[in-house]
């Protein structure tokens, strides 16, 4: 309940690096002395070429992997400090992940992916997952595919069901590593906008990754990446 | 607990997807639970068989049978030959001993019978009044021979109902009639209930005649005893008899020559041997199990990389990594569970197919333990892959393509 309180800053990160051993005595540095720091309700977006490890600093933002060195702060907690399972707990109530490659568990149809995260969670929810599904759903334009499967939907439509499962945990910020990458640009726009209208009416925090500069627009904020590091 | 619910519902989902995949899996596990089941009915069954038999022998009885049968509680082979048989003598001897209440001897005649339908070669046992008592035999109509017809040598005879109706259509045609045993007639005046029974080495005392053994000293002119059978006024003077009958027979015959059987012990000697028989069969089987845990192992480890993609899904979702654990624990334990239930119900079918031919039967305690262990094989061979896929990293599995 505290991530509900005003947290200004909303990530922090300090002289964070994360490097890869290839090789016996071959280290490679995918980010090299990462400082950042994302404000609550900003919307933010990450551009950079390819390789220059746009993604690994979303999976860091995210709890999905952990820093080599330095310190990452996710609503001012240090998240080295915390455990496995609170860091799981943090995934499933804080942040919503939408991806490139939508990401859906595809035995699963529509309604039982968005409400997946619900069962991940260890507190008694102050919704009821079934009804909350099914309002994100018939907002987003789904209510006659609840009971699809992903691979009998549009590329659009998968988005905007991996955007309706990021949104069920009602989380505070938004991961988004490029998300228009696999749409044509008319429904990428689509996305776009139902993702400016998450962070204007419901004051969420985004983190967009793209390389596309008029995707990068719909941002407030730009920050550049290349070979690891931040430019300014 | 909703978790709880959803992991096992997912779990049944994906085998109804993957029917005979699941089916082939568990095999293993259908295979070795159907095989121990079986072998513990069977076990189980002869058990029942075993003391069903000493159950006719009437309580409180003692057995004398030459040679050695038992030694520290089994069977040592040698029974000796007919050298060591008993004679009048011992009877007399056993007469003496305070607390008998019965003396039944016991000599065996097969020779040719004439009845009225019928002329063949049968069994005859001849003994005194008490045998009917320590052998758990009871009249259906008529009566069994008396002290007086032992002691007069008289030529009645009882006989067995499968014998009155094979000789003479039915027990009440037999009753009262002659019967020719070996040229002599004898006067039947009873037939015994039917005790069913037979079968595996068992008397079916249905197919023998009874006579005093007095009158049988005509076909037995040595006057020798194949067993002598004695009843006890109570169980509490057993053992004091037992010790007398052996002191009054030392002097007459060496340790070897004799044995004194009570029949609750020569029970446990015999079914302790099966048991361990069928221990050893239902441990040849159980190997079945281990092939079919490690065949569980294998596809999980295989559904494990099937589905690292799910696994780094869920982890973003907030999954711990016990909540991924549980799901593939899940998924074994049902796995071998269903193997275990189709072999519980395979043997159910196999034992009641048995059942005409052999004494066989499944009793709680075999369902528990076949469920038991099955489900025990689930998370034994459950626990490696489900560590594996619990351990992955959200990063890697996020990234894998
Ligand atoms: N597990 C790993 N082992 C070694 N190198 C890795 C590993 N993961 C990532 N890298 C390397 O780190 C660098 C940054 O990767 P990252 O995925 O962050 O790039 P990106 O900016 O997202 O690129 P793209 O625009 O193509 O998605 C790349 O050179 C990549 O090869
Ligand atoms: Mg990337």
Same mark, same amino acid.
């Given at each position: 309940?505290?991530?509900?309180?005003?947290?200004?800053?909303?990530?922090?990160?300090?002289?964070?690096?994360?490097?890869?051993?290839?090789?016996?005595?071959?280290?490679?540095?995918?980010?090299?002395?990462?400082?950042?720091?994302?404000?609550?309700?900003?919307?933010?977006?990450?551009?950079?070429?390819?390789?220059?490890?746009?993604?690994?600093?979303?999976?860091?933002?995210?709890?999905?992997?952990?820093?080599?060195?330095?310190?990452?702060?996710?609503?001012?907690?240090?998240?080295?400090?915390?455990?496995?399972?609170?860091?799981?707990?943090?995934?499933?109530?804080?942040?919503?992940?939408?991806?490139?490659?939508?990401?859906?568990?595809?035995?699963?149809?529509?309604?039982?992916?968005?409400?997946?995260?619900?069962?991940?969670?260890?507190?008694?929810?102050?919704?009821?997952?079934?009804?909350?599904?099914?309002?994100?759903?018939?907002?987003?334009?789904?209510?006659?595919?609840?009971?699809?499967?992903?691979?009998?939907?549009?590329?659009?439509?998968?988005?905007?069901?991996?955007?309706?499962?990021?949104?069920?945990?009602?989380?505070?910020?938004?991961?988004?590593?490029?998300?228009?990458?696999?749409?044509?640009?008319?429904?990428?726009?689509?996305?776009?906008?139902?993702?400016?209208?998450?962070?204007?009416?419901?004051?969420?925090?985004?983190?967009?990754?793209?390389?596309?500069?008029?995707?990068?627009?719909?941002?407030?904020?730009?920050?550049?990446?290349?070979?690891?590091?931040?430019?300014? | 607990?909703?978790?709880?619910?959803?992991?096992?519902?997912?779990?049944?989902?994906?085998?109804?997807?993957?029917?005979?995949?699941?089916?082939?899996?568990?095999?293993?596990?259908?295979?070795?639970?159907?095989?121990?089941?079986?072998?513990?009915?069977?076990?189980?069954?002869?058990?029942?068989?075993?003391?069903?038999?000493?159950?006719?022998?009437?309580?409180?009885?003692?057995?004398?049978?030459?040679?050695?049968?038992?030694?520290?509680?089994?069977?040592?082979?040698?029974?000796?030959?007919?050298? !060591? *048989? /008993?004679? =009048?003598?011992?009877?007399?001897?056993? %007469?003496?001993?305070?607390?008998? &209440? $019965?003396?039944?001897?016991?000599?065996?005649?097969?020779?040719?019978?004439?009845?009225?339908?019928?002329?063949?070669?049968?069994?005859?046992?001849?003994?005194?009044?008490?045998?009917?008592?320590?052998?758990?035999?009871?009249?259906?109509? !008529? *009566? /069994?021979? =008396?002290?007086?017809?032992?002691?007069? %040598?008289?030529?009645?005879?009882? &006989? $067995?109902?499968?014998?009155?109706?094979?000789?003479?259509?039915?027990?009440?045609?037999?009753?009262?009639?002659?019967?020719?045993?070996?040229?002599?007639?004898?006067?039947?005046?009873?037939?015994?209930?039917?005790?069913?029974?037979?079968?595996?080495?068992?008397? =079916?005392?249905?197919?023998?005649?009874?006579?005093?053994?007095?009158?049988?000293?005509?076909?037995?002119?040595?006057?020798?005893?194949?067993?002598?059978?004695?009843?006890?006024?109570?169980?509490?003077?057993?053992?004091?008899?037992?010790?007398?009958?052996?002191?009054?027979?030392?002097?007459?015959?060496?340790?070897?020559?004799?044995?004194?059987?009570?029949?609750?012990?020569?029970?446990?000697?015999?079914?302790?041997?099966?048991?361990?028989?069928?221990?050893?069969?239902?441990?040849?089987?159980?190997?079945?199990?281990?092939?079919?845990?490690?065949?569980?192992?294998?596809?999980?480890?295989?559904?494990?990389?099937?589905?690292?993609?799910?696994?780094?899904?869920?982890?973003?979702?907030?999954?711990?990594?016990?909540?991924?654990?549980?799901?593939?624990?899940?998924?074994?334990?049902?796995?071998?569970?269903?193997?275990?239930?189709?072999?519980?119900?395979?043997?159910?079918?196999?034992?009641?197919?048995?059942?005409?031919?052999?004494?066989?039967?499944?009793?709680?305690?075999?369902?528990?333990?076949?469920?038991?262990?099955?489900?025990?094989?689930?998370?034994?061979?459950?626990?490696?892959?489900?560590?594996?896929?619990?351990?992955?990293?959200?990063?890697?599995?996020?990234?894998?393509?």
């Amino acid at each position: 309940m505290e991530f509900r309180l005003a947290i200004s800053s909303m990530i922090k990160f300090t002289n964070v690096s994360k490097e890869y051993k290839i090789d016996e005595g071959y280290t490679f540095f995918a980010l090299k002395k990462v400082n950042l720091e994302i404000k609550e309700k900003e919307f933010v977006s990450i551009m950079g070429p390819s390789g220059s490890g746009k993604s690994t600093l979303m999976h860091l933002i995210g709890l999905l992997d952990r820093p080599t060195n330095g310190q990452i702060y996710i609503a001012n907690k240090e998240i080295s400090k915390i455990s496995d399972d609170e860091i799981s707990r943090l995934r499933n109530e804080f942040v919503g992940f939408v991806f490139q490659q939508f990401n859906l568990i595809s035995k699963l149809t529509v309604f039982e992916n968005v409400v997946l995260p619900t069962i991940y969670s260890r507190r008694s929810l102050d919704f009821s997952p079934q009804e909350r599904t099914l309002e994100i759903l018939t907002k987003f334009g789904l209510k006659d595919k609840i009971n699809s499967y992903p691979n009998k939907l549009s590329g659009g439509q998968q988005q905007r069901v991996a955007m309706a499962r990021a949104l069920i945990m009602k989380p505070r910020l938004i991961l988004a590593d490029e998300p228009t990458g696999n749409l044509d640009s008319k429904t990428g726009h689509e996305i776009m906008m139902l993702l400016e209208k998450l962070n204007k009416e419901e004051k969420i925090t985004i983190v967009l990754v793209t390389h596309e500069v008029d995707i990068a627009k719909y941002a407030k904020r730009t920050i550049k990446i290349r070979d690891g590091m931040i430019e300014n | 607990m909703k978790n709880f619910i959803f992991i096992f519902k997912s779990a049944i989902e994906d085998f109804s997807r993957n029917k005979l995949r699941t089916f082939l899996t568990s095999l293993g596990i259908l295979i070795g639970i159907f095989a121990v089941v079986v072998l513990m009915a069977l076990g189980l069954g002869l058990k029942k068989y075993i003391s069903d038999q000493f159950e006719t022998m009437g309580k409180n009885s003692l057995f004398l049978v030459p040679g050695r049968v038992l030694s520290g509680g089994s069977f040592t082979g040698s029974v000796s030959s007919v050298s !060591g *048989r /008993f004679d =009048d003598r011992d009877l007399q001897t056993l %007469k003496k001993i305070n607390n008998i &209440i $019965g003396v039944a001897p016991l000599a065996f005649k097969s020779t040719k019978i004439k009845g009225l339908l019928k002329e063949d070669y049968g069994d005859i046992m001849f003994s005194s009044e008490t045998f009917a008592d320590i052998m758990g035999l009871e009249i259906d109509t !008529g *009566r /069994f021979f =008396d002290k007086s017809d032992v002691s007069k %040598k008289t030529k009645v005879i009882v &006989i $067995g109902s499968k014998i009155a109706t094979d000789y003479y259509g039915s027990i009440e045609e037999a009753i009262g009639k002659k019967i020719t045993i070996d040229n002599v007639k004898f006067t039947i005046i009873g037939v015994t209930k039917s005790k069913g029974g037979g079968g595996m080495g068992g008397f =079916d005392y249905d197919k023998y005649l009874f006579a005093p053994y007095t009158t049988g000293f005509i076909f037995n002119p040595d006057k020798r005893f194949f067993r002598l059978s004695v009843k006890v006024k109570n169980e509490n003077y057993i053992s004091q008899v037992k010790e007398d009958i052996k002191k009054e027979f030392l002097k007459r015959y060496k340790d070897e020559e004799f044995s004194i059987v009570e029949p609750t012990e020569l029970m446990s000697a015999i079914t302790s041997i099966f048991s361990v028989l069928n221990l050893i069969l239902v441990a040849i089987a159980a190997i079945s199990l281990l092939v079919g845990g490690i065949g569980i192992m294998n596809i999980m480890y295989v559904t494990v990389s099937d589905r690292i993609k799910e696994i780094g899904i869920r982890r973003a979702l907030g999954a711990r990594k016990s909540d991924i654990s549980y799901q593939f624990l899940a998924e074994s334990v049902l796995l071998s569970s269903i193997g275990g239930l189709l072999g519980l119900g395979f043997a159910y079918l196999g034992v009641l197919l048995a059942e005409s031919f052999f004494p066989a039967y499944i009793d709680l305690l075999t369902v528990i333990i076949a469920l038991g262990v099955s489900s025990a094989i689930g998370i034994t061979f459950g626990v490696f892959p489900a560590r594996k896929a619990a351990n992955l990293e959200p990063v890697e599995v996020i990234r894998y393509e």
